[in-house]
């Protein structure tokens, strides 16, 4: 069975063509720039190489019409045909309290992301364009929606509910939804085999750390807390999003500066982190690399980045009553050798003791930990899209 995954931005889409027989890549590639001048795919084979195709994209479904024509095309050997593909699974980052898992996609399901527009007015919309346009250039093809949100809705009322009137979760379903649900899932189950345990006898820590990050507590295989909240912006210091913060700074910035409401978001999710406590960049390898030659703000970016991952980890083991696993992923979790190190010292005292020599590793899987250690700590690379063709696979086989 061979599975296109798709996950649309608002002028860009990534996509992936797997072979789930035996989960291998046959294709993979990027749009940018859709709906704007310079609009180019580029489109990875096999073999290693990229191929460019830069020509005008006036929307996604353009877009995905020369991803599909590129995909059959003979002069790049992937598939013969489109019906070569049996199924699509789409990443759709919002779904509110509608759905726990992965669906097949039906008029009822796209109603339900339509709903969740206003929650997610960044994300949904291209998901949907990416929905529809599918539908339109291959009919009859089963579409199969995974939710960031999805893995989460596991968690009880006393980790989701804000302490804000009861009627604004009622009425306005303002509440805690947390993110990178496929990522966490992926990555607990990943320990679990790693480990040769249950995932059903297992309290793991699962730290997604990229340019967005978020923490997940995973008790007996099921989300029970994430940093994330009722959008991406809430949780850990982040490489342009602030994170935790004081509501009554926004107020306050609103009467002692020129910026509205709107413009206050914008700085929040786009001017902060580690950008805005360095004033150097959102990218961890700039960072270090300021650092290490003695910038005074990079390394306090830093310190303060570890600091709320090492103040949640403990928070989150506190919840689960304890801690057996910790994993590591995303661009920094995956990479950074300091940063992992920098998270996890000081915490000897709850049985987490990480080895120099093991941490000194980058993108593959590998357990971290001393051997004599009680909490495994490993660095586990997540695969979204090989997460979100599974589910494809399992629904669209029923
Ligand atoms: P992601 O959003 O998961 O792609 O992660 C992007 C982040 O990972 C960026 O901040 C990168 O700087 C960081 N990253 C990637 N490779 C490394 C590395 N070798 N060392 C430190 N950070 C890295």
Redesign the pocket.
């Known amino acids: 069975m061979n599975i296109l995954v798709i996950n649309c931005g608002s002028s860009s889409l990534k996509f992936q063509l797997l072979n789930m027989e035996n989960e291998s890549l046959m294709a993979s590639g990027l749009v940018e720039r859709i709906g704007i001048a310079g609009s180019q795919m580029i489109l990875k084979t096999t073999d290693g190489e990229k191929h460019v195709v830069q020509t005008p994209m006036k929307d996604h479904s353009v877009a995905l019409k020369i991803v599909l024509d590129a995909l059959v095309d003979p002069a790049y050997s992937i598939i013969k045909d489109l019906k070569e593909i049996d199924a699509v699974g789409h990443r759709v980052v919002h779904a509110g309290e509608e759905y726990s898992q992965s669906v097949i996609i039906n008029d009822e399901v796209i109603e339900a992301v339509e709903k969740c527009v206003e929650l997610a007015p960044l994300h949904n919309p291209p998901n949907l364009l990416g929905i529809n346009a599918i539908m339109e250039l291959m009919p009859g093809v089963p579409n199969v929606a995974v939710f960031d949100t999805a893995f989460h809705q596991t968690m009880p009322p006393e980790a989701f509910i804000y302490p804000l009137p009861y009627e604004w979760y009622e009425d306005l379903k303002i509440r805690r939804y947390g993110f990178h649900g496929t990522s966490h899932k992926y990555v607990a189950e990943k320990a679990a085999q790693f480990l040769g345990k249950d995932i059903e006898t297992l309290k793991i820590i699962t730290c997604?750390?990229?340019?967005?990050s978020s923490i997940t507590a995973v008790k007996y295989g099921k989300s029970v807390d994430t940093s994330m909240g009722f959008t991406p912006m809430e949780g850990l210091v982040m490489?342009t999003r602030v994170g935790f913060l004081d509501p009554a700074i926004i107020t306050y910035l609103e009467k002692k500066t020129e910026y509205n409401l709107d413009q206050i978001t914008h700085i929040l999710n786009h001017n902060c982190g580690v950008l805005g406590i360095s004033c150097i960049s959102?990218?961890?390898?700039?960072l270090?690399d300021a650092a290490s030659i003695g910038d005074y703000k990079a390394k306090l970016a830093l310190e303060i980045f570890r600091r709320t991952v090492k103040k949640t980890i403990a928070g989150y083991a506190a919840v689960m009553g304890g801690v057996d696993v910790i994993v590591f992923t995303?661009?920094?979790g995956?990479?950074?050798?300091v940063?992992r190190a920098g998270i996890l010292n000081d915490l000897e005292f709850m049985g987490i003791c990480i080895d120099e020599e093991k941490n000194n590793t980058?993108g593959v899987e590998k357990c971290i930990s001393k051997d004599d250690c009680p909490v495994s700590i490993l660095v586990i690379p997540?695969n979204e899209e090989l997460a979100i063709a599974k589910d494809t696979k399992k629904l669209v086989e029923g």
């Not at 997604?208 to 967005?212: K, Q």
């Not at 959102?282 to 700039?286: G, L, P, V």
Request: proline share 0%; no cysteine.
């Open positions: 997604h750390l990229g340019n967005g490489g959102s990218d961890f390898r700039d270090e995303g661009g920094i995956e990479n950074s050798i940063d980058r997540t």
